[in-house]
Every structure is written in C-alpha cells, then in structure tokens.
C-alpha cells in the first residue's frame, strides 16, 4: 500500500469524503436494523449482512486478484477474526432492537477508549495520565447515555458495552494481522466466516420473509455493509489515519438523523451531554492512536 503522506491535497480531500460516505452508510446500516428487527429474527438479518458481504466481495474481487485474494499466513486468525466481527454484529443488532441509534452509535464510539484500556492491561502498553482521563471521561458519557434503571431495559443497556469490549479485541487483532495480512483479503475472509458461522443457526431462526419492502431491507443492510467498508478501504488508502480521525464521529450526526427520521427520536438533555463527553475524549484518543500509529482507527459498523 503506498505511503498516504505522499499524495497529494485533492486525494486527502477523496479519503475524507470516502470516510464521510462510509460513515454515513453505516449509520443507515443501523437504522435499517432497528426497522427490520420488527418483522423477521434478527439472526436472520445478520446472516443477510454477511452473506451479500461475501458474495459481493467474491464476484469482484475473485476474478481481479485470483487466487493471491485467498493466500493468508494465518487462516487461524482470519477465523478468529471473522468469528469477533461475528460476534460483535450479532450483539449490536439485538442492542439496536432496544435502543436509539444515536444513542447507540455514540456509545459505539467509544471503542478507542477500551482499545486503551485493553492494550494496558493485557499487552502492557504504557498509557499515558491523558489517555486514563480520556477513558473516565468516555466511560462517564456512555454511562449518561445509557442511564442504568431509565427506559432501556436492564440487561439489553449492557449489550453495547460487551459489544463495544468485542469490538475492541477485533481491532487489536486486526491491527496485529494488518502486518502481514493483505486488507481485502482480511475483508473477503470476513464476509465468509461470518455467513457460513450464521448459517449454522438460520434454520432454527429462520421466518417467512412478509414481503418484499421486507426483502428490500434485508438487501439494503447487505448493501451498506459492504459498500461502507469498500468505501473505508478507499479512504485509508488514499488518506493518513491521523486526519480521517475527526470525521469519524460524524457518524453519530448521521445516527441520531436516521433516529428522528425513521422513528422520530430525539435524544434528552442528559444523552446530547453524554455523547459530546463521549465525542470529545473519543475523538482526542483516537487522533493520538492515530498519530502514534500504534492502531488502526475505524468508525464501527453493527
């Protein structure tokens, strides 16, 4: 891959609205769940998710790269790797079912924190008393997000922060592989693993699709899925990380729009403090990540 720093203003300026367009397909990706989740199994709409990931990532990569698409010097890890993101959309569309997507993606957003977290106490970085501030300051806005004993049932507040903690493993794994393991075939490995691990459970979830708008949907999740990390690959190609980082949380703007669009949501005074919180401290731990290269940065998908 070449070196970002070297090109020029006008292919920045492309990386940032690749990143911007990505974001925003994710943010759609997540109200469409939430909408969908009224009508068929949400295990179904993951299996969609990954599926349209897979065959679409297959028909256009396959006859590009040939079988150098496939070579990977850690199929142990692809499927690890597969089985997080798995696990992490899983998690997040049932949490979607149960909470606003604003709401939701901001608490998302505060997966660099927990990457901090993470790689502290389990790979012994050395974090820096700016970083620990960032975290408690991000922690102390999901928890204003979430309101423990407000209107989002008990236990489903806590699906975004188990998914946020899967989240962040993922993304030190895939910082881990990124050294070795060639992107699109990181992203063909994961659309595989994820729908053939889901189609494990279909038939036991599986319900008559009502209609075609239904079927629609259930597309459109696909769609944006895959489109949006097409469009993220794009950015970081063309784009250092460092000034990506900013517009990552525009995808909490893009959420909370979709929210008042679809479902007519607007977050309460307590929440808009909580996701600046969360903005603030996320988005200042993530430029510094960025800098250090010491991770990749990516917006989170459900």
Known sequence: MSDPSRHPPTQAALGILFLILATAFFAVLDTSVKYVGAFVPVLMAVWFRYMFHAVVVTAVMLPLR??????TAHPRFQVLRGSLLLAVSAISFVALQY?????????VMITPLVVTLLAALFLRERVSALRWVLVTGGFAGALLVVQPGGNVIGWASLLPLVMVFTYAWFQILTSKMARTEDPMTMHFYTGWVGALLSS?????????IPDAGTFAILCLIGLMGTVGHFLLILAFKRTQASTLTPYLYGQIGFAMFCGWLVFGHVP?????????????CGAT?????????RLPVEPPEA
């Open 99 to 107: 909470m606003p997507v604003g709401e939701f993606t901001a608490i």
């Open 200 to 208: 494990l459970v279909l038939p036991v979830v599986w319900k008559t």
């Open 66 to 71: 040939g079988r150098s698409l496939l070579r």
């Open 285 to 293: 731990a993530s430029w510094l990540t960025a800098r250090d290269r």
């Open 268 to 280: 309460g005074q307590l929440e808009l403090i909580g996701i600046a919180m969360i903005v603030l």
